[in-house]
């Protein structure tokens, strides 16, 4: 494997971090873009009830790809402490069980998400107006959860032996399909929110197919033949205690995000066309925050792996600081033009008070976030799941929800209220997480195979 591993172990943390890093950054730009060109193009060529539609039907397909992707993370995790601890021999069983779970994951998510469409629509509220073309988003995207399931297994996999190059090239080359997609959709052939979604979902197969391809002649732990896919029963329990909390901590926030927006459709169609657009242009603004969330995970992974413990604080340390001065570009923007930054995406005067409104104390969720994100990552690279799982829900269920009803409902402060609840609850995953870095509680070994100890 000597031509796509990476050992993470060794020599300047700040520099190694940072190197490895840039490609995440650069991935999740190019992610992040899936949804901001479907929403631009939308925007500019459709009608405000297709903005609405790919907000509210994108945020729920979202909802269960982080299932996918915290399942990615877990298998970085373990690849990345057996890398680190010298015990390559077993990446291939790994790979196997991963590859096979994620395939299972991947049919019977987009069976069911497909099929529960229309009541899940319903039950948050989305506007009639865009009810039509919600429903034809989720509908096509669904079938893409296939896709996404072996890309993110297979970049989980290359990340844990320290390449974060390869996904950025593959999601390179799917996204300027996707933009071309778009515009021929969306724009030239008229289909709207179906377009939309239609392009992304094609982006995601061909995404999958330059990656296997690729990776099939640089020595990847397993060889995509029908008959390596199999389960190990013992890998699969570790991949599981480790990978599931992640994932369920992703699903959960991801539905709380649904939650809220139930509670902003409440405010009608300007107000959820809004918070759509807010919630876009957070994902591009916490793109490094993300990053560093990820790559302090697979270093973390391979350092404690190494029983490391210095260098892996110094991950959370410097990768904070990064992280934190990235978010504060984005915080000054939506101090100083939020009305400009939502006007990016739409001419609706109605929905750019809107979002103006939603801003106030939206900002301070990119700073708040920017050290939620790094000592999650952290806390994930160590195998301890479970406390990042209980945190998130702490936040999320116990702070950010009822806050969110409290000012934004109950008070009568609108978008104003809810803006405020948000950072509010990161800041209690905050406390909490470095409340644990503290303690060295994290030292203690969870996977079986990590030579980590006190």
């Not at 400009?340 to 939603?358: K, L, N, P, Q």
């Not at 209690?428 to 470095?434: C, E, N, R, Y």
Request: glycine share 12%.
């Amino acid at each position: 494997m000597h031509t796509i591993e990476n050992n993470l172990t060794s020599g300047s943390v700040f520099k190694t971090l940072w190197k490895f890093t840039l490609p995440f950054i650069g991935t999740n730009l190019i992610q992040t873009l899936y949804g901001m060109v479907d929403l631009y193009i939308v925007g500019q060529f459709s009608t405000t009830a297709d903005v609405s539609a790919v907000s509210v039907a994108g945020t729920v397909i979202a909802t269960f790809s982080m299932l996918l992707i915290g399942l990615s993370v877990g298998v970085t995790v373990i690849v990345g402490q057996r890398f680190g601890a010298g015990d390559e021999k077993e990446l291939s069983s790994v790979s196997a069980t991963a590859f096979s779970l994620s395939a299972i994951v991947g049919v019977a998510l987009a069976v069911i998400v497909g099929a529960l469409s229309i009541p899940m629509l319903k039950w948050i509220n989305t506007p009639e107006d865009a009810m039509n073309g919600a429903v034809a988003y989720m509908l096509i995207c669904s079938v893409g959860y296939i896709f996404q399931s072996f890309y993110n297994m297979l970049a989980g996999i290359l990340r844990g032996v320290g390449d974060s190059r390869s996904p950025l090239i593959y999601v390179g080359i799917s996204s300027v399909l996707n933009i071309l997609g778009d515009i021929l959709l969306v724009w030239g052939m008229g289909m709207g929110a179906a377009g939309a979604a239609l392009a992304t979902t094609l982006a995601q197969g061909i995404c999958v197919l330059i990656g296997v391809i690729h990776v099939k002649g640089r020595s990847f732990p397993f060889d995509f033949k029908p008959g390596s896919f199999k389960i190990v029963k013992a890998e699969a329990r570790e991949l599981l205690h480790v990978g599931l909390p992640i994932a369920l901590q992703e699903v959960l926030v991801m539905f709380s995000f649904i939650i809220l927006e139930s509670i902003v459709n409440r405010f009608g169609l300007d107000a959820s066309a809004a918070a759509g657009i807010l919630d876009k242009i957070f994902l591009f603004a916490t793109i490094p925050t993300n990053a560093f969330n990820a790559a302090i995970s697979a270093m973390v992974a391979q350092n404690v792996g190494a029983n490391e413990h210095g260098r892996a604080m110094k991950c959370l340390w410097y990768g904070s600081i990064l992280s934190v001065a990235f978010a504060a570009v984005f915080f000054l923007l939506g101090w100083l033009i939020p009305d400009r930054m939502v006007g990016i995406f739409t001419t609706d005067t109605g929905v750019i008070s809107a979002g103006t409104e939603y801003y106030a104390g939206y900002k301070y969720e990119y700073l708040l976030c920017a050290l939620a994100f790094c000592v999650n990552g952290f806390i994930n690279g160590t195998g301890h799941t479970k406390l990042t799982l209980a945190n998130n829900i702490i936040s999320t269920y116990v702070v950010r929800i009822p806050g969110c009803i409290l000012l934004g409902v109950v008070a009568g402060w609108g978008l104003y209220g809810i803006g405020y609840a948000l950072p509010v609850a990161s800041a209690a995953q905050v406390i909490v997480g470095f409340g644990f870095f503290f303690t060295g509680r994290w030292k203690k070994p969870v996977t079986g195979n990590s030579n980590s100890g006190e």
